[in-house]
């Protein structure tokens, strides 16, 4: 049994972990341009031993340079005064050590990964997406679904349709993504605040499961198009029950003031009465969504009270409830089991008198906490008596949460995962932005040195889904990590493909 890392909390279930974590010797290959995108790599399997923390430090890293070291004035305790190893809690679910102790995901050896796939890299641990997805699917029977707006692609949408939710889309990209995964229209529900003609089109000759309709323009658009032929849809009207979600301004979305929805009881009474015309699309029930990263889930059950009463005179058979149950990203923050949430909005439901089928639309709380990402230090600059800045191979275009909302990540080392951590740095990334930062005070263990693979735990959401080629730097490759097997899901954005977009110059 492993110990507590200094205080922290010890890695699930270590035992199920020796057989599936690896020892790997051989050197991986290097990743080449011409790679098939679904090449398995295979990187070995068996462990002979999981080394505990306090046990004799790792025995080899991938560093190319040690040239720089992180220097004494800045070994200092960071803001939450201690410099204990990483919270074991906000690692992916089969997070383990192998016997080299280096840190594993999914039974494969993070450095491995890094050296095989190349970073920035993002790792998801494939049993952890299934066994979020199957949660939900259990708590809201029949109505849950993924939004996969937090992070999609098609192995993504068919591995939550596989465990049964139906998917979330937001634009027609995204639906056509979701469709080349195999997942039937029926099981996909259309979202959007300015859903465009085509758009629109599509999602009717699609005939896809439910079409969330969010304005009276929209409504307008659908009666048109219905006009013309198109298959009238299921339709979710989305309104805004005015709650304040406490969350940050940027993903508050069910208050009054707010692009998305229909303000209640007006906008949405005219949406109903259009819809009752028959001439539109049949309205199926009431949707809402107060925003992301809530906390404090007795907002939902406030918003349940405001819209009950509109539900029962409208006769909806359905309400979702959204997605937003929050995350940890940094050791101490809440983050709600899904079951508590479906039993919170069961219970407000049922107190409001309210008798429908309960729809939910998860995204971060599914993929957030799967997903690591992995960076190459390439540079270390300590400003004596100012700060030290890490920096690293990647940066804001593919974690851009943290100049969008001041979010906050963990650091660690998967060549020493267990280690105190008591150096304080800013990891910030190569684009040409002072902004540009990873991590803004955060802890690493006083050895770290260029070369150094360096990992963001909590990075599966909103991470690559708002990636950018700034500074025409491609979006980084994906891995799926399982049994010792990591899956290429989506390859590195090479300079051709954004050449690709380039009008040839006459
Ligand atoms: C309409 C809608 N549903 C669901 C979600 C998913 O939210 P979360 O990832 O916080 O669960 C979002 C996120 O922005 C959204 O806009």
Redo the contacts with the bound molecule.
């Keep these: 049994m492993l110990a507590a890392p200094h205080g922290g909390r010890a890695p699930r279930t270590p035992t199920h972990r020796v057989g599936s974590a690896i020892t790997v010797t051989r050197p991986a290959p290097r990743a080449g341009l011409g790679r098939p995108p679904w090449r398995r790599a295979r990187l070995g399997r068996g462990v002979l031993a999981v080394r505990g923390p306090g046990a004799e430090g790792p025995r080899e890293t991938t560093g190319e340079g040690t040239t720089m070291t992180i220097g004494p004035a800045s070994r200092t305790p960071g803001g939450d005064g201690r410099g204990g190893p990483v919270e074991w809690s906000l690692l992916p679910l089969t997070a383990g050590l192998n016997g080299r102790g280096h840190l594993t995901v999914g039974g494969c050896d993070l450095l491995e990964l890094a050296a095989e796939f190349e970073t920035p890299l993002f790792v998801y641990d494939e049993l952890h997406l299934r066994q979020r997805c199957r949660e939900a699917a259990a708590a809201f029977p029949g109505g849950a679904s993924y939004?996969g707006?937090?992070f999609l692609c098609t192995a993504m949408a068919r591995l939550a349709h596989e465990e049964g939710l139906s998917i979330?889309v937001?634009s027609a990209g995204e639906l056509m993504t979701v469709r080349a995964a195999g997942v039937p229209a029926a099981d996909i529900i259309v979202?959007g605040n300015n859903k465009s003609r085509d758009e629109l089109r599509l999602a009717l000759t699609e005939r896809v499961g439910r079409l969330?309709v969010d304005s009276l323009d929209e409504v307008a658009r659908i009666e048109q198009l219905v006009a013309e032929g198109h298959p009238a849809p299921d339709v979710l009207l989305?309104v805004t029950p005015d709650v304040d979600p406490r969350t940050h301004a940027s993903?508050s979305?069910g208050q009054v003031d707010s692009k998305?929805g229909l303000r209640l009881p007006s906008a949405a009474e005219e949406a109903v009465a259009r819809l009752r015309s028959g001439t539109v699309g049949r309205l199926r029930g009431l949707?809402m969504?107060l925003?992301?990263?809530?906390t404090d889930l007795s907002v939902y059950a406030k918003a349940i009270r405001v819209v009950a009463p509109h539900a029962r005179r409208w006769a909806a058979e359905e309400l979702s409830v959204?997605?937003?149950?929050?995350v940890a990203y940094t050791a101490g923050e809440a983050s709600p089991a899904v079951s508590t949430w479906a039993d919170l909005v069961r219970g407000a439901c049922r107190e409001a008198g309210l008798d429908v089928r309960l729809r939910c639309?998860?995204?971060?709380?599914?993929v957030?906490p799967a997903a690591v990402t992995l960076y190459t230090v390439g540079s270390i600059k300590h400003i004596p008596g100012v700060r030290t800045y890490v920096v690293v191979d990647g940066g804001m275009a593919d974690n851009l949460r943290v100049a969008l909302y001041g979010s906050r990540y963990e650091l660690l080392l998967p060549r020493a995962a267990t280690a105190a951590r008591t150096a304080t740095v800013t990891v910030v990334g190569k684009h040409c932005e002072s902004g540009d930062v990873l991590v803004r005070d955060g802890r690493v263990p006083s050895d770290l040195r260029v070369g150094d693979i360096l990992c963001t735990p909590v990075t599966g959401?909103?991470g690559y889904s708002l990636a950018t080629p700034y500074n025409r730097i491609g979006r980084p490759a994906v891995v799926f990590a399982r049994d010792g097997a990591a899956r290429l899901v989506l390859r590195r954005e090479t300079v051709e493909d954004l050449l690709r977009l380039d009008v040839a110059i006459p």
């Design positions: 939004a707006k937090a979330d937001a979202h969330v989305r993903i979305t998305f949707h969504h925003g992301s990263q809530i959204g997605g937003g149950v929050a639309e998860l995204g971060r709380a599914l957030g959401a909103y």
